[in-house]
């Protein structure tokens, strides 16, 4: 009866308009004094909640981002990579969906990456022929590459929860990432074969590969730096923010000298705001948490489980329906903070290896990036194109199907997702 009078208040509360912040923080305060316990253990979880060492890459990797997407450097990554595959069929939807996955292994967001490709390629892919929601969904859906490639944000946040390794998490997001990569380019270039609505573009030459790439360069070798340091366990995942957002300033501000105070401003800015709001659902997070604890959510949901739920792929299959239905709600941070600390002792249990679980949940709250009506990779094209929202819903529904067949697969294939943190290294 506590568990449904506790999860009926929450959805009140989320349906009622409150920030998710602030609906975890009241709930989770609320049920704490009904416990008995005193409000000095809502100051103390608070200031626990972002006292962790691994958090401080958060804002790093967000103040990295917004360098980059305000410095100019999606232009030059999209041409280096339209040079090489741009003459293929769908060849800008193939150089659009690269240009998302060499970004994401910077930034870390899908918000940043769909942004920064978006602006770019929206004019570019618009010009040559492509159908404007085919465009649009394309972009919402390969934004969404920001959460898995590693260095991501929500696996970062998972680790912290779970005290599961970042390294390792990262590790195993390379292989789902290179899956979904080659998923939708399979799906661009057939669609593209298909409809013929293009304009397909002549091969370049070797000396313009040669001068888009010379110029792209130093963005990608801060992709490399930044993963091959953290695999190699040179620097930590924290420090690897610090040392990308140096590069980003040296690429932006000294070779492609497009970084000026009022973009350094602007940038800083807008990471303070995401750092604000995300460090505030996870303050909440940790509030509610530690009430449900206390509570014994946790270990109801695993009895309850237990009762009735006896094979993994029954729980997993419980779980993908939970998380599509509250996706079209929450947006992924949320999703990942409220149902992870009621859901892990489960998959613990029942014996499901915790950093594949970590893949499964982020692929799910991917999905709730492009689904309607809170999908934030929707709104955030649909203001980079100045578009309608049901254009790029439109666009974006072939790839919420891809996305699951990408969940069934490492489901049935684990090792697309368990062979290159444990087996390769």
């Known amino acids: 009866m506590t568990l449904f009078l506790i999860l009926g208040g929450l959805l009140l509360l989320l349906f009622s308009g409150l920030p998710v912040a602030f609906v975890l923080m009241s709930m989770g305060t609320v049920m704490l004094i009904a416990h008995g316990l005193p409000l000095i253990m809502v100051a103390q979880n608070m200031l626990s909640a972002v006292d962790?060492?691994?958090?401080?890459?958060?804002p790093m990797f967000l103040l990295m981002s917004n360098i980059l997407l305000r410095g100019g450097v999606g232009k030059d990554l999209f041409q280096?990579?339209?040079?090489?595959?741009?003459?293929?069929?769908?060849g800008l939807g193939v150089a659009t969906l690269l240009s998302c996955g060499i970004f994401s292994a910077i930034s870390g967001s899908s918000v940043a990456t769909a942004a920064t490709i978006g602006t770019v390629a929206v004019p570019e892919m618009t010009a040559r022929g492509y159908k404007r929601n085919f465009t649009l969904g394309l972009l919402a859906a390969g934004g969404t590459l920001g959460i898995i490639i590693p260095p991501s944000i929500p696996l970062i946040v998972y680790g912290?929860?779970?005290?599961e390794s970042i390294g390792s998490l990262f590790l195993a997001g390379i292989g789902p990432g290179i899956l979904l990569i080659v998923l939708f380019g399979v799906f661009v270039v057939g669609h593209s074969m298909y409809t013929g609505n293009y304009d397909r573009l002549g091969r370049a030459s070797w000396a313009e590969r040669r001068a888009s790439t010379i110029r792209a360069f130093p963005t990608i070798l801060l992709a490399v730096v930044i993963i091959t340091g953290i695999y190699a366990g040179i620097f930590t995942p924290t420090e690897a923010a610090a040392i990308g957002f140096i590069m980003?300033?040296?690429i932006t501000g000294v070779i492609l000298r497009t970084l000026t105070w009022k973009i350094a401003v602007e940038a800083?800015?807008?990471a303070l705001r995401t750092t604000v709001v995300l460090f505030l659902v996870v303050v909440g997070a940790k509030i509610f948490g530690k009430a449900i604890t206390l509570y014994q959510i946790p270990n109801m949901v695993s009895a309850l489980v237990d009762t009735h739920v006896s094979e993994q792929w029954l729980f997993l299959l419980i779980v993908t329906g939970i998380l599509l239905v509250i996706g079209l709600f929450l947006e992924s941070l949320s999703m990942?903070?409220?149902m992870v600390p009621v859901l892990f002792p489960t998959v613990l249990a029942l014996g499901v290896d915790p950093i594949w679980f970590g893949i499964f949940f982020v692929l799910l709250i991917e999905i709730a990036l492009i689904t309607p009506p809170v999908g934030l990779n929707?709104?955030?094209?649909?203001?980079?194109?100045?578009?309608?929202?049901?254009?790029?819903?439109?666009?974006v529904l072939p790839y919420i199907f891809i996305m699951?067949?990408?969940?069934?697969?490492?489901?049935?294939?684990?090792?697309?997702?368990?062979?290159?943190?444990?087996?390769?290294?």
Request: glycine share 6%; aromatic share 12%.
């Open 52 to 58: 962790n060492f691994v958090l401080l890459s958060v």
């Open 80 to 90: 280096a990579v339209q040079s090489w595959v741009g003459h293929w069929p769908g």
């Open 160 to 163: 912290v929860i779970t005290e």
């Open 248 to 250: 980003a300033l040296l």
């Open 268 to 270: 800083t800015i807008s």
């Open 336 to 338: 990942l903070l409220i």
């Open 378 to 395: 929707l709104f955030v094209i649909q203001a980079v194109a100045k578009a309608q929202l049901s254009t790029v819903v439109s666009g």
């Open 404 to 425: 699951l067949g990408s969940v069934l697969l490492i489901y049935l294939l684990p090792q697309i997702v368990l062979y290159i943190p444990f087996q390769l290294f």
